[in-house]
């Protein structure tokens, strides 16, 4: 049985379409209206607020803590800055990818990470021998993803102690709303201008609600994770279980991925110390990886094409689909070349497009190739290009 | 300043700037010349009053062509059409409502409110609308053939939209043929009986006319107005991101990014034509600048009687211009409002405000309405389609404060008792806000600042004559290749190198861009 959040008292009060997710075993609104419409406009438009708090949260300190951490993750801690937060995907000793997340430096030795699977028992097991102590404080803390252009209007009057023009793009800052503490953090999963929200869960409802107060004059919508994934696809941001498999998962070897192969291959500091995977992964830049992650844009002339062979409107727009659909040479169906592992219709672009892994060299920005679509159960090949990712990327997400 | 280019668009809405676009992507140098100090024509958004936005005339979009939207990329440059999907209609005395949004079955739970029988009967109902839709979305990408001639071009494209119409089967043929010609009213009595639910549908059928729900012929009106399409849906209805001006502020740096070039402040009083040839344009301000291609994006009765001289034309197009019907029927009443209005009939905020308030309690009060308007009185009790922009874009207005838009009809461009003086605007005006005030009851309290628009207030600022919204009635008798006039229905004039490419051409008013686009595509073919 899913567990309430500590938001559960605010969102079940609103959530309509009763529509809920079994996030990490915690109740998550898919949707909070019966159509995802107005809450995927609040995210580009005005303000949405999605409760995240199912999240996976650890807290790394010690005297090695930056150690232990820089064991774990592809990035370079040791050039990282306090107040700086890295997004970043950890990998075994074969270099295939666990899981990616956030990592916050809250002090020298003090860090927070994120992921969306338990990740305790690999900490501590890669911390063997250092001094260092990894706490799940999952429960210890509530999430709040603030996302959209008035998002930083809203904090600017519930949260005080922080300077919000100068908070940078991936730093966080500490505050106080109505005297209690907080941690912001300039992170999301849109693409837009957003920002997460860390409190304990004690004040979680206080925090919603001084959120609503404030933001309903900004347009602000409580928002689900449903209108979310099609945002976070027009980011080009992966899922986990979705986009790949992590390693630990996985059930057979070509199942698992390294980073340079679904797109994280920039979040690799090959120059810095030894970290878990290093070897395999020198290996792989040497010979090449043998998977690419990809943006596809469809041909929009083609899928209403597609449509009107059944006498149908070409009807794509909706929530994004995670049913991977195959990817064949442009013009060869015998030739399977990857898949597109979520799609959907992009309501700010009007295009349909997608996100996958391809083999290459087929990978290449401005590659056609063909994606299967289905339009009245029958099987349609639909020419689509490889174009770079994000798709949607609003300069205000960093300004 | 240089004054010699490839095309000259007259008139910067949004017609004007579509074309503009289409001609700059065929490598025109293109210049549009728009008289006001913003490019929008009546899609414009101004800040009236400090803080507030209003979308001053047209406010929402739903028939925008998509093909438009891909062709010149316009997400790009800005497009974005937020929803807008519910409808609330209060009953007369404010104190009950019908209530229509995305919730399908709470829909029909509240259509069965007032009838049962309407609840069942309204999936039908949008079964039909959605094949109507289907069938004449075809038409809106075609440049009219015309029945009367034997030119071949024209007989193919009749065999074509022939072979289209035929795909539909017998039953869907026939409610087309009722669509074409009977009153909204009727057409919509056929399925409904509630009154709530049969005013506020019929009311499509009389937004821009000088008609009423019961006139034959508005019954077309309303599928014009359920030909819209967003992302695939028809008869989806969007609210662009700023306003209507913000679509504008979309077209118009699209059209820059293909190299044309928008000149505002500059009025065209004369289009220079010597020998049957159009070779440029006079300003108001005497200035002359020359191009092979001038394309007008203004109604007829500009184009054809005011910007060239009548005798430099056929009698027969003079005439039917002259007939044109292009009075104006509709007002505006924008409001900047202290905070949210609050309805009687439902309380408190809530997303039901983020949709249309359709003030169409029954059909008797919108044809009383039309009475009013047909004898030369503006609407006692005027029907209102009324939005919130403040609500679907925050950027409207202050955190807190919201704008109001109200559609008005019937304010007759011509009244009985002479002109429309400030009095009788204020009167207008004031009627409005009663009517508001049946379901708002708080409204005048909240009230910052009125803008009141009449048809004569809508000529006088945007130029479009006599004020009629869709630069010419959307009759039967006006429509396809009659629109504007048979024989000349096909974005040509003729004057050589001039070119029609606004809403008083096929496939007519709201904001299309269809107009636009096919009259720039004619003008680059050429061949006259």
Redesign the interface.
């Known amino acids: 049985m899913p567990l309430p959040t500590p938001f559960h008292t605010r969102t079940s009060a609103v959530c309509e379409s009763y529509e809920w997710r079994n996030w990490s075993g915690y109740l998550s609104a898919g949707i909070y209206e019966m159509s995802h419409d107005r809450e995927y406009y609040a995210i580009r438009n005005s303000a949405a607020l999605i409760d995240v708090s199912p999240l996976y949260k650890y807290e790394i300190t010690g005297p090695d803590a930056a150690r232990l951490v820089d064991r774990v993750i592809t990035r370079d801690v040791t050039r990282q800055k306090i107040g700086q937060i890295y997004y970043t995907p950890w990998c075994d000793s074969d270099g295939k990818v666990i899981d990616d997340g956030t990592v916050s430096r809250l002090d020298t030795n003090h860090f927070r990470i994120t992921s969306a699977d338990p990740n305790w028992r690999w900490f501590k097991d890669v911390g063997y021998g250092l001094n260092a102590d990894v706490v799940n404080v999952s429960d210890d803390l509530a999430a709040l993803s603030l996302q959209g252009p008035r998002s930083r209007a809203i904090l600017q009057e519930v949260v005080s102690g922080i300077d919000f023009a100068n908070l940078k793009y991936f730093h966080l800052a500490h505050g106080q709303v109505e005297g209690f503490p907080i941690t912001v953090t300039r992170t999301g999963y849109t693409g837009d201008l957003g920002y997460e929200l860390w409190v304990r869960p004690e004040y979680a409802e206080r925090l919603w609600d001084r959120l609503i107060e404030h933001g309903t004059g900004h347009d602000i919508l409580p928002a689900g994770i449903i209108p979310m994934d099609i945002a976070r696809v027009e980011a080009g941001l992966i899922m986990i279980a979705v986009d790949y498999i992590s390693s630990q998962h996985a059930v057979i070897e070509s199942q698992k991925s390294s980073p340079y192969e679904i797109g994280l291959g920039w979040a690799v500091s090959p120059r810095k110390g030894d970290f878990i995977g290093r070897r395999a992964l020198a290996k792989e830049r040497e010979r090449g990886s043998l998977w690419g992650f990809v943006g596809v844009q469809y041909d929009w002339a083609t899928l209403e094409r597609l449509f009107a062979e059944e006498d149908l409107p070409p009807h794509v727009a909706g929530r994004a689909s995670r049913s991977a659909v195959p990817v064949y040479e442009a013009g060869n169906s015998s030739h399977h070349i990857g898949q597109i592992t979520t799609h959907t219709f992009s309501p700010v672009l009007k295009q349909y497009i997608g996100i996958g892994t391809l083999l290459n060299p087929h990978t290449q920005i401005g590659n056609r190739v063909d994606v299967e679509v289905t339009v009245e159960f029958k099987r349609k090949r639909c020419p689509a290009t490889i174009v770079p990712t994000p798709f949607f990327d609003p300069p205000r997400k960093k300004a | 300043m240089n004054n010699q280019y490839d095309a000259i668009v007259i008139g910067g809405g949004h017609n004007g700037l579509v074309a503009a676009a289409y001609l700059a992507r065929a490598g025109k140098k293109t210049l549009v010349l728009e008289k006001r100090y913003l490019v929008g024509g009546a899609s414009v958004t101004e800040e009236i009053f400090p803080g507030f936005k209003f979308t001053v005339f047209s406010y929402v979009v739903s028939l925008f062509r998509?093909e438009i939207?891909?062709e010149l990329n316009?997400?790009a440059h800005g497009?974005?059409i937020?929803?807008l999907?519910s409808t609330l209609t209060p009953t007369l005395d404010g104190r009950d409502y019908l209530y229509r949004?995305?919730?399908?079955y709470?829909t029909l739970r509240n259509i069965a409110r007032f009838s049962q029988r309407d609840a069942d009967a309204y999936d039908e109902y949008a079964r039909y609308m959605y094949f109507m839709a289907?069938a004449v979305?075809y038409i809106m990408g075609i440049i009219p053939p015309d029945p009367t001639t034997f030119n071949p071009k024209d007989m193919m494209g009749l065999v074509d939209m022939a072979r289209h119409f035929l795909?539909l089967d017998q039953d869907q043929l026939y409610v087309l043929a009722k669509l074409m010609t009977m009153s909204a009213a009727d057409f919509v009595e056929q399925w409904f009986e509630s009154e709530p639910l049969k005013a506020t549908l019929s009311a499509s059928g009389i937004i821009g006319t000088f008609l009423g729900p019961r006139s034959p012929g508005t019954a077309y009106v309303l599928l014009h107005h359920y030909m819209g399409?967003i992302?695939?849906?028809?008869r989806a209805w969007g609210f662009h991101?700023g306003g209507t001006g913000g679509l504008a502020q979309t077209l118009a740096r699209a059209a820059e990014a293909q190299g044309a070039e928008i000149r505002c402040n500059a009025g065209v009083s004369k289009v220079l034509v010597k020998n049957g040839r159009a070779y440029g344009v006079v300003l108001e301000n005497g200035d002359e600048i020359h191009a092979p291609l001038v394309l007008s994006s203004l109604d007829p009765k500009q184009t054809f009687l005011n910007l060239v001289e009548p005798n430099q034309l056929p009698d027969d197009l003079v005439g039917a211009v002259r007939r044109f019907q292009t009075l104006g029927s509709s007002g505006k009443v924008n409001l900047a409002l202290d905070r949210l209005p609050e309805l009687a009939c439902r309380p408190g905020?809530g997303?039901h405000l983020?949709g249309a308030i359709s003030m169409s309690p029954n059909l008797d009060i919108i044809e009383q309405a039309y009475d009013d308007a047909k004898y030369g009185n503006f609407s006692r009790r005027p029907y209102m389609d009324v939005i919130i922009p403040?609500?679907?874009?925050?950027d409207m207005a202050?955190?807190?404060?919201h704008v109001m838009s109200c559609f008005v009809q019937y304010a007759p461009y011509k009244l009985a008792d002479g002109e429309w003086t400030d009095e009788k605007r204020e009167a207008f005006g004031d009627a409005v806000v009663n009517v508001l005030e049946t379901a708002f009851p708080d409204i005048k309290d909240i009230i910052l600042h009125r803008q009141v628009l009449t048809p004569v207030d809508i000529e006088r600022t945007t130029g479009i004559t006599q004020g009629n919204i869709f630069h010419g009635e959307l009759n039967l008798s006006q429509l396809f290749f009659l629109r504007p006039a048979a024989g000349y229905a096909k974005y040509r004039t003729p004057i050589k190198g001039y070119y029609q490419c606004g809403s008083g051409t096929h496939p007519g008013g709201g904001i299309m861009g269809a107009p636009g686009r096919l009259g720039a595509l004619e003008a680059l073919k050429g061949g006259h």
């Open positions: 998509p939207i891909r316009l997400p497009l974005t937020l929803p999907e949004d995305g919730d399908h709470q289907k979305r795909n399409e992302d695939g849906a028809y991101k905020p997303r983020a403040s609500m679907i874009d925050p202050p955190p807190g404060k």
